[in-house]
């Protein structure tokens, strides 16, 4: 086994047992360089972080531009904003599923246009969900299962053309448009199979007309759900809190694949696996949110299934290494890392809620956190996003750069471009 070391200084080439290399912090900070080991085994290169960072500082979101008014202008309210998409110059792209139509906005903010409208006929959508992406060439794809089609238009906004899918299945999965001009779409492989037995996929849509599918990996993990079954009717539902296998897709052409139980997931590349690892401290589930959530999916089950019980496992003690793998335009990958709950309602403000909504209301949200790392396996650091930080609609990851959706006290959406900037404080590991 060849082995590797990797320091921000002076990589240096071992033949020993892989060990954690000592280095000075960095002097303009107190954040310690980065320091990794680097062993390749068969095909599969696996980087693990041993101490520090690249960055000389944890980042946090810092708003440049924001778009979404109370009351105003038609083109600056949003409704219920399913996707967005984020073109070469910077000019941001989002359906609103209220209208529904697609906006687009100048870097700045200024509305520029609407694309397409609601129809059946050539440059038409019925029902888009959440795909919605940016070509190489810049034309503009948004898929509409409403009318089991990719629509295709081109940069200035006029109908080009369209890919046949299949029509009614919606998924919240983005779309992904490749680097080499591929259109990727999440695709249910076994379709006519019962939901429970579901396999997950990727259909590829070339420009030369041709069609191939991917199926995704299992990494044969089995996520702990509970379930529920009535005269052919079935359900499943994730554990909260639980570890499952996480994937994604990169529009780099490959699959990001993980099992959130350690800290580690591949990078699936035609050249070769490369397996990030880094050490993490679990985060306990406080136990007060661990109850509002199993009385939450207890009640869901209970309006399905009269007389349904837990039949699952119960809800861990700590919540997982990651929750999601979030593949960035660049080629970087953001991990969404678990933080503690934080309560936002008090127990009046919760009972007022649970009178109004006649469910119960989870009074917990927990912050959203993420881990930086370059394709090759460098952790570059921790970012921090404000309240209301939304990942659905899939946010847009490009270089120091960051477009999503956040909500704000009123519920109403507004999307933001935001810069990376440092922490006053680090952020605790």
């Not at 490369?274 to 050490?279: D, E, N, S």
């Not at 933080?339 to 936002?344: G, L, N, V, W």
Request: with cysteine; aromatic share 10%.
């Amino acid at each position: 086994m060849n082995l590797r070391r990797i320091g921000l200084c002076v990589p240096l080439l071992v033949t020993l047992p892989a060990v954690a290399c000592t280095q000075a912090e960095d002097s303009a900070s107190n954040t310690p360089s980065w320091t990794a080991t680097t062993d390749t085994v068969a095909d599969t290169v696996i980087v693990r972080t041993v101490s520090g960072q690249v960055w000389d500082s944890d980042k946090t979101l810092v708003s440049e531009v924001g778009i979404g008014v109370l009351e105003g202008q038609d083109e600056y309210q949003f409704g219920q904003v399913l996707a967005i998409a984020v073109d070469d110059e910077g000019r941001m792209y989002a359906f609103d599923s209220h209208v529904p139509v697609l906006r687009v906005y100048a870097p700045d903010g200024t509305w520029l246009r609407d694309i397409g409208r609601e129809g059946e006929g050539p440059g038409e959508y019925k029902q888009p969900d959440s795909g919605l992406a940016v070509m190489p060439d810049g034309r503009i794809a948004i898929r509409d299962p409403g009318n089991g089609r990719i629509l295709l238009f081109a940069p200035e906004g006029t109908y080009d053309d369209y890919y046949r899918i299949a029509g009614s299945f919606s998924t919240g999965n983005p779309l992904v448009a490749d680097t080499a001009g591929v259109l990727v779409t999440y695709i249910i492989t076994n379709l006519g199979a019962p939901v429970m037995e579901w396999k997950r996929g990727m259909a590829r849509y070339h420009s030369d007309g041709t069609v191939d599918t991917l199926q995704s990996p299992d990494l044969g993990f089995e996520t702990p759900v509970v379930s529920g079954q009535r005269e052919g009717n079935s359900s499943s539902n994730y554990v909260p809190y639980s570890p499952k296998q996480e994937t994604a897709f990169s529009r780099f052409g490959y699959y990001i694949v993980g099992i959130s139980d350690d800290y580690a997931f591949d990078l699936l590349r035609p050249e070769g696996v490369l397996r990030v690892v880094r050490a993490s401290e679990r985060v306990p589930v406080d136990p007060a949110e661990a109850a509002i959530e199993r009385e939450q999916l207890t009640e869901r089950f209970k309006r399905q299934f009269p007389g349904w019980k837990w039949n699952g496992p119960p809800i861990p003690d700590v919540k997982p290494a990651y929750h999601g793998l979030f593949p960035a335009e660049d080629g970087r990958v953001w991990v969404r890392v678990p933080a503690p709950s934080e309560r936002y309602l008090d127990p009046q403000e919760q009972r007022a809620e649970e009178e109004r909504l006649e469910r119960p209301m989870n009074p917990f949200r927990e912050p959203t956190l993420f881990d930086v790392f370059e394709p090759t396996g460098e952790y570059l650091g921790r970012v921090s996003t404000p309240v209301g930080f939304s990942l659905y609609p899939r946010p847009v990851f490009r270089g120091e750069t960051v477009w999503a959706i956040v909500r704000d006290e009123y519920d109403i959406q507004r999307l933001h471009r935001f810069r990376l900037e440092n922490r006053l404080e680090p952020e605790v590991q």
